[in-house]
């Protein structure tokens, strides 16, 4: 019996008709740490730059970014729960790196909940580094932690 291929993965910019999917999916991954995830998501994917991860005809994953002088903050990213641990999430991530050096960005940052351990786990693979830590940052108390990866000549991967 043949095995059967997944598509090939594709990030491409979000468009109107993603907001429903943003919107979803902002709900389902940011719900626990924020009131109003579904709005406040699709807010900022609005307002900044937002990249949707496509397989196939399957909208899988979403990264919002907004570039702050000589930084690129990451505002949002999340993959849908089916999809998780497939490469999504760095994929996202490279793309991201890749983005905030083509505009001499020197370094990117995110905030994460100190509790979600999947994230932190894929920040800290793709080279992030924990610069600081917020107390009780997110509702229900939760700490966060700022995370931050320089975009210098040799921080780049080999």
Known sequence: MPVLKSPALEVRRRESVDDLFIARLG????????????????????RFLTW????????????VLELTEATVEIQAI?????????????RLLR???????ARGAERLRL???????????????????????????????????????PLTRSSRRR
């Open 95 to 101: 793309e991201a790196e890749a983005w905030a050096r």
């Open 27 to 46: 709900s389902e991954a940011f719900a626990e740490f924020s009131d109003g995830a579904r709005e406040h998501t699709l807010r900022m994917a609005q």
């Open 111 to 149: 905030r994460t909940a100190q509790a979600n351990l999947g994230a932190l786990e894929l920040f800290v693979h793709a080279g992030f580094r924990v610069e600081a830590r917020l107390p009780r940052h997110y509702r229900r108390m939760y700490d966060a932690f700022v995370l931050t990866k």
């Open 52 to 63: 949707i991860a496509v397989r196939g005809d399957e909208r899988v994953g979403f990264l």
């Open 78 to 90: 999340a993959v849908t729960e089916r999809e998780r641990g497939r490469g999504i999430g760095q």
